[in-house]
């Protein structure tokens, strides 16, 4: 049975670094790639009555632009690589939801890029890539 | 966010300099400066202007009966009788439904592929600071003050029991809401007038009644969510300047119209998104002191419970007694959690859910935060001032008056109480400007000259708030509320048969196990 590994893309060069790194194993281990986008987003937000009423429409348009910039163009130039790749965006909290994804995909291991946190704001709000490295049930590898 | 800020309003003055805009300003502001010197009576002479208009529509709206010496207005009947139908003919859905509303509003059965949709809890808390507002703070002790003690029991009774009629308008709102073609959706009362009855086979009255509403929110956003919130904004920022503000309401005013219109007018959401961030914490905050001067002078509350209870029954010193205090309180809590305007369903109706009835659930909560929670304690703080200090507030009203019964134990309070009057009236009034669009676009259509027509009217009315007295203020805003009241408890009294068979269908499918948690 072949692996799955997921790879954390935000359109961000870490996130390409992490990609490739993981097409090589990829290559080398015959596993397939799963490549997801998650949309920083929490329930708990609060809005104004407008933005509520717009809510939907605007979820639309950021799943369809991290698919559009992101993930379709990522996927369509290792189509030709015979690896099997498929993609997921979703919202929420983004380290809870990698680990989220994980579970629900049964991947064996995570490729994260470093994400160039400040240090400021690792110190107030945690850093993702720290809360995803102690979160995850499977390897993570960062890519620095 | 702030970066963004300082961008928009440089473009602004950019913009400003390229016009001619920027001469008409400094023209308006210098005669503003000259009328501060010259008229200082502006105030005066539009209240008086106001006063007689104001006494009029009270007096058509509110009609009474004179019932064992009380005179009872029959828009407050219809209003509890309504609440007191729905909380029996659902079966006590405001207690049954408890303990899963706060499930559904903490995500337990969220399904993870709607993530990024409005989720229970964002339609709740929007809705929640649409109705926390100054009716929280100074509508308790305007109700104090007319009704006595006893006004504080029947306003908990009708916030309990307007937690049924929450659930029934809220349930409705999200299952007759209108989905358009770019994704966006309104929900409301005119909207379930419409289709409900329509699904009646009653479509001409369905029209009807769905207009109905729509000018009765329309105009009733110039009330409640608007005059009334500037109003009391107002008097307490007066009140802490030491009467620096004296008649100068008008002045006051027109800021406060001008940060309106920067928001909904021109489109600077920043300002609106960071009320809306604020309002909740000031929330917390207000009750966190509350709760504080209430824990520092527990001595008095058995006194404080004695006199709410008594008052409840006795009605003694108030015009009409028991009664009397009964109206008054019931009034005031409709005023206070909106439940029977059917405002609170046009926010709700943005939930994403193939369940109607989890909205409604939800919903129940609002009354309670609104009234159970957060005017009770209001209550109490004013309660205490009373007994440990009768006549503590001397001639203040209103905000004034909760004020001063801070300032008894803090001597600084009623600084940030200003600031937080200030927020949950413009979070109101942001609110409120939006539901009246929804009438308004309801009966006018989309257009965009339509929309801005209605909002500068809208602004128009925050700078008339400022001037007018609080008396005449709450005669227009009770009026204008209780005219939306009659379409919606009527259409609601229709649709009930429908929310019911749908509530039953969904908790017993939650008791199978079909409908599943998450979480």
Redesign the interface.
Known sequence: MSDTILVALDGSEGGKRALSVAVDHARLTESSLLLAYVIDWSPYSFHTPEELSERHSRRESEIQRANDSVLHPEASALADSGIQVDTVVRHGKIAETLVELSEEHNTSQIYIGKLGESRMRSMIFGSVTAALVQTSSVPVTVVP | MLKSLINRIKQYFTKLKETKMRQILVTLGLMIVSLTNAHAGIDDAINSATAPIAELIGRIVFFKIPVFGAQLPVVVLWLVAGAVFFTFYMGFINLRGFKHAISLAK?DY?D?NS?????H???L??AV??TVGIGNIGGVAVAVTVGGPGATFWLIVAGFLGMSTKFVECTLGVKYRQEFK?????GGPMYYLRKGFSDRGMEGFGKFMGTFYAIGIFIGALGIGNMFQSNQAYVQLNNVSGGALDGLGWLVGLVLAAVVFSVIVGGI?SI??VT??I??FMALFYCLFAIIVILMNVGTIPQVIINIINGAFTGEGVAGGALGAMIIGFQRAVFSNEAGIGSAS??HS???TDEPITEGVVSLLEPFIDTIVICTITALVIGTAQVAEPGFAGSAQGVAMTSAAFEREFSWFPIPLAFAALLFAFSTM??WS??GLKGWTYMFGESVKGQNVYKIIFCAFVALGCVVQLGPILDISDALVFLICVPNILGLYFLAPIVKREMNSYFARVQSGEIKKYK
């Open positions: 995500g969220a993870p993530k990024g949709e409005v989720s809890f964002q339609a808390a929007t600071s649409g770019d994704g966006h959706v309104s959401k609106a998104r809306e961030k309002v909740p046009i926010a943005a939930v994403k942001i609110s939006y539901y």
